[in-house]
């Protein structure tokens, strides 16, 4: 682990900070050491919340390793007996969640989706919410090894690669420095589910997160406009 002193997202180091303890699971199975101080910082710049302790490439390739199997949920059911059997199987299977998801996208892409050949899901565990029908070249890199549905082919590397349309869901709480990932793939990397979320909650009218979920759904919008006709090189 190393420690960060400004936020992870706009630079600022102008913090307020609450004393933490690293999660016991975290620190045994990605560290191999047990629970150490952190801090969980709120950042004055941007409002954003996040430790500072963070986990090094490494540390993150042994949290991923068998993401989810059978060792991972030993692991971790041992500490947090919340995780559950029915926790632990149902995350990335649930048959509601993966229709809404991908209709919900299908949705904010509209037609933009006919200028979209190849589709790359970042992070998108066996690609199984890239909406139906989107793309002829359908790929998903994850760090996890795990198998990829039928029909999308797994990437072990985006480097050098270019795609029409780059989903990026779920992921950039799950990383250490989210700016690097951004910049990587450019604004290729729309956080395209960002939209689709954004219309979800609006339907299921809760009132309290509705002028966010305006603003990330115009900026998601916003950003989807140049999808047609440009590659996204990563
Ligand atoms: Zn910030």
């Known amino acids: 682990m190393y420690v960060i002193a400004a936020c992870p997202c706009c630079g600022s180091e102008d913090l307020r900070r609450w004393p933490a303890i690293v999660s016991p699971f975290i620190a045994n199975h990605a560290c191999g050491t047990g629970p150490t101080h952190a801090n969980l910082c709120e950042c004055h710049g941007c409002s954003f919340r996040f430790f500072d302790t963070r986990l090094t490439d490494s540390e993150v390739e042994n949290l991923y390793a068998g993401y989810r199997g059978e060792t991972y949920f030993e692991a971790r059911h041992r500490h947090e007996f919340w995780y559950s059997r029915h926790v632990h199987e149902g995350i990335g299977n649930d048959p509601a969640e993966m229709v809404s998801r991908k209709e919900n996208l299908a949705k904010v892409l509209g037609d933009r989706s006919q200028s979209i050949s190849t589709v790359l899901d970042y992070g998108g565990d066996r ?9 002829t070249d359908r790929f998903v890199y994850d760090i996890s090894d795990a198998k990829p549905i039928k029909g999308v082919a797994g990437l072990t590397s985006v480097e050098g690669r270019q795609f029409d349309f780059v989903m990026l869901a779920h992921v950039l709480e799950h990383c250490s420095e989210p700016r690097q990932i951004l910049r990587s793939g450019q604004r290729g990397l729309l956080a395209s589910h960002v939209g689709a979320e954004a219309i979800r909650h609006l339907r299921t009218g809760r009132r309290d997160d509705r002028q966010t ?3 990330m759904r115009t900026a998601a919008v916003r950003a989807l406009r140049d999808v047609g006709g440009r590659k996204f090189r990563m």
């Open 127 to 135: 690609g199984q919410f890239i909406p139906d029908g989107l793309g």
């Open 213 to 215: 979920m305006l603003e």
